[in-house]
């Protein structure tokens, strides 16, 4: 059945009104922050163990994205399900660790089991939730309280604007205590090896060739030189100094460009480019393929300290799904 008019205006102020409501959220969530965050903040940060969340319903849902966030930016974490906790899971969580218990209403029965384990072994507890006076704020160490607002549902029942909240608070745990550890994109390539986030994280050292290089000394002839270049089939050659020192590059386009000279008869410092573009061998391969679009080349040298360790292909990046 087609949609009248006045029907597709009603849905789409209804969605708006409920992104707008949580945005208002958000956004009052960001003014409210306090020391409390900055007392989680460094409770989370001290964390030998792992960090520990829970919640039940919509809550353990908004648990579990919290604990994988937490967990891919440097700060071990997983889900602990309260119900289960009450039947031996509470056997997971040490000394070591910190719990973050997740509940709007903060009097949800579910998580008493879990709070008591941590009050009775001194386990750091953290309450997220928006009653200031409820059991779980009352019974932590350190209370996050959400601002007081309406749920989008519009009979004021079904989660989301605290649900909202709730990701939103435990994004921003999860981003500070990633900038307080230094965690670095190399980091990053670790916990995220498979994807498309594993293949913007690859290092130059991943894709280059560091074997056989195409080399030559400047004073080589061209008749070895273009031999070698064929040889090693990378359409380029780098040429050395006597330290050993990339001094310049020979490729197909500079061969053309002396064909109408007596080619054979020169060496290759005479045909080379100089300062030629390089990589690093822990460059980004992201930024290597940037290099090569920019400059409308198909390869780099990759060097340290002016020796070159070896050469990254154009077609090494698109192989791994770098685009």
Known sequence: MTKTATETSTALETARRVLDLEAQGIQMLSKELDGNFLEALNLLKDVT???????????????KKIAASMASTGTPAYCVHPGEA??????????????????????TSELNDLITYTRRYG?????????????????????????????????GLAPTTSTTMSLALGDALAIALMEQKNFQ??????????????????????????EKLPLCPE?????????????????CIGVTNAQGELAGIITDGDLRRHMDSDLLSMTAAAVMTVAPKTTRPNALAAEAL????????????????????????IHDCLRAGIA
């Open 49 to 63: 163990g792992r960090v520990i969340i829970s919640g039940m319903g919509k809550s353990g849902h908004i648990a």
């Open 86 to 107: 009450s039947h031996g899971d509470l056997g997971m969580i040490t000394k070591n660790d910190a719990v973050i218990a997740m509940s709007n209403s903060g009097n």
């Open 123 to 155: 386990i750091p507890l953290i309450a997220m939730t928006s009653k200031k006076k409820s059991t779980l704020a009352q019974s932590a160490d350190v209370a996050l309280i959400l601002p007081s607002l309406p749920e989008a549902c519009p009979h």
């Open 185 to 210: 994109p190399n980091d990053f390539k670790v916990f995220h090896p498979g994807g498309s986030l594993g293949n913007k994280l690859l290092k130059v050292s991943d894709l280059m060739h560091d």
């Open 219 to 235: 004073g080589t002839s061209m008749t070895e030189t273009i031999l070698i270049m064929t040889n090693r089939a990378f359409g």
């Open 290 to 313: 940037g290099q090569m679009n920019d400059g409308s080349i198909t390869s780099l040298f990759v060097t340290e300290d002016r020796l070159p360790v070896g050469i990254v292909h």
